[in-house]
């Protein structure tokens, strides 16, 4: 039973470094995907800054036109100041000349308004560009040296799995499977060590009488409380 135990110790061993190894190669991966997605944001910014310019100049030149029709209002009334007789007319028409400019003159103060708007977004856009030109540059060298890396750290992996192939083929067919099952429900850990008669897996007590056929070292228990498959080594100095 102890072969078996001392088996299934050194596949979670090696297991654990596997693990470690996918973490890692994870952690990169994660970091460089992370500084892409910043890139796409900021092109999508790029982009809305544009749709704001674009909008805006829409706005001006919709203006523009009202502008236009507001100041040839004003010079037809302008021109009829010329034909009318009495002053009730004139009063009329001088009303509509004074109105006509009012309106041209805030029309014209908003295009200024949006030219400026215009103008700020633009030079918004061109940093935005900027700091994305160098962004890119350097997200192009950080993906060429993750690639080196992964590759790299996915050789050691693969030495790592032929290793683990090896010596799982030493262990029984139902243990191992109930090992990797444990694996999967319990954060990596399946086996694991009793000290002073509590689990080092979930830190629980074990009752004693369990304890001390554990301690025997000829049959395989499991936690009661957490189900790993428990072993007896003396902690280390």
Known sequence: ?????????????????????????KTHQSALDARIAALADKEA??????????????????????????????????????QVQTGREQTALLKEIEEGKKSAKEGEEKIVALMEEVEKLGAQIN???????????????????VRTTIETISKTKKDK????????QGIKGSVLKKYTTLRERRNGLAV?????????G????????????????????????????????PEEN
């Open 192 to 200: 694991v060590n009793v000290l002073q008669g509590v689990c080092q």
């Open 127 to 145: 940093e935005e560009k900027n700091l994305l030109k160098g962004e890119k540059e350097l997200v192009a060298e950080e993906t060429e040296k």
């Open 45 to 82: 910014l790029i982009a809305d800054l544009q749709e704001q310019i674009s909008a805006r100049d829409k706005e001006r030149r919709s203006l523009e036109a009202e502008v236009a029709d507001k100041m040839a209002f004003v010079r037809d009334r302008q021109s009829k100041m010329m």
């Open 202 to 233: 979930c830190y629980m007590n074990i009752p004693p009488q369990r304890y001390n056929q554990l301690l025997k070292g000829d049959q395989m228990f499991d936690c009661p409380t957490c189900q790993r498959i428990m072993y007896h080594r």
């Open 1 to 25: 039973m102890k072969d078996h135990i001392d088996q299934l110790i050194n596949l979670q061993s090696i297991d654990l470094e596997i693990d470690q190894i996918e973490n890692e190669m």
């Open 161 to 168: 799995d032929a290793l683990r192939q090896q010596q799982a």
